[in-house]
């Protein structure tokens, strides 16, 4: 074990300026601290969804009223990919619904929209649940870059948020997807009722696996109307801020996103979250069910701030 929670705890308590520059040191050693990852991200197949994740508006057990959408086509899903390199995405995923990719058919279509993204010059995720090493294997032919399997929160939170699947699932899909040779990407959700200490124990399970993930996605829970997820007790901005620069120390060499929740930060807010360690955002004005960013804000907050694009690392 590489990280002891303790050790974790005690740096997230930290005065916080201090925890701002030692994160934002380690942040400069590794990134170019003017640089940001920019993604696109699409919902291939929405809705429908049997398992019973507490925050997810696709779950059918949650109540909430949301049209089904199957799989999309392989050309509507380049055409959008296209659309999102021409706003500067660099990185384009592809998420859908469901605990596993739910037959040949639509896998065999998933991996076509992979190779014809990647064609096009952007790096590639995708995001379809479970998988088996066969699938992984599949996937990096086809030119997959990224997997995101987030682990959500922390182990003794997850039984509150799922109870369909456990974390050593998700855990197992990590490492099937490493061994195939895809990046991860995977990191979790804030805001649903679980505490500081929960919020240090996920990145620090994230932080000890054997190898941790090339991209942390944090999100900030958007609370959809009759799911389960609490959301009575959000998550304090300075405490977002100091959970990223934890991230940033405990995993030098991975990219930190804001996905989720971003428009609900202040842009103040986010400077501080990018000084401490995030080099990566979606720009998509959707993010999956939910809003994201307007189109083009991003483009003077990044002028404002002297932060230029990364180019995708193909
Ligand atoms: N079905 C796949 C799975 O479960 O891995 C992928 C899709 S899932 C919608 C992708 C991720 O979006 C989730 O792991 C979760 O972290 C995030 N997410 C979903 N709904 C959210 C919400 N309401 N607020 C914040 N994050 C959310
Ligand atoms: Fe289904 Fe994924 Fe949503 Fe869970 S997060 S309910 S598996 S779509």
Known sequence: ????????????????????????????????????????????????????????????????????????????????????????????????SG?????????????????????????????????????????KESGLDYYNHNVDTSPEFYPRVTSTRTIEDRIRTIEIVQQAGINVCSGGIVGMGETNEDRVKMLVLLANLT????????????????????????????????LIALARILMPKSYVKIAAGRNTLSESTQALCLFAGVNALFSSEKLLTVDNIKDNADADFFRRLNLKIESPLL
């Open 1 to 96: 074990m590489k990280y002891a929670f303790e050790e974790a705890w005690n740096v997230f308590s930290y005065p916080f300026f201090r925890l701002l520059r030692l994160a934002h040191e380690i942040h400069t050693q590794n990134f170019d601290e003017q640089s940001v990852q920019i993604s696109d991200i699409l919902s291939v197949k929405t809705g429908g969804c049997s398992e019973d994740c507490a925050y997810c508006a696709q779950s059918v057990r949650n109540g909430v009223k949301m049209p089904k959408q199957p799989m999309l086509d392989p050309e509507t899903v380049l055409a959008a990919a296209r659309e999102a390199k021409g706003r500067g995405a660099g990185r384009f995923c592809m998420s859908a």
């Open 99 to 139: 605990p596993r990719p739910s037959s040949e058919d639509e896998f065999e279509k998933i991996c076509e929209m992979v190779r014809s993204v990647k064609a096009v010059g952007l790096e590639t995720c995708v995001t379809l649940g479970s998988l088996t090493e066969a699938q992984a294997a599949k996937l």
């Open 211 to 242: 190898i941790p993930p090339r991209c942390v996605p944090l999100n900030k829970l958007v609370k959809i109307p009759g799911a389960r997820a609490d959301d009575s007790k959000p998550i304090d901005d300075f405490d977002f801020v100091r």
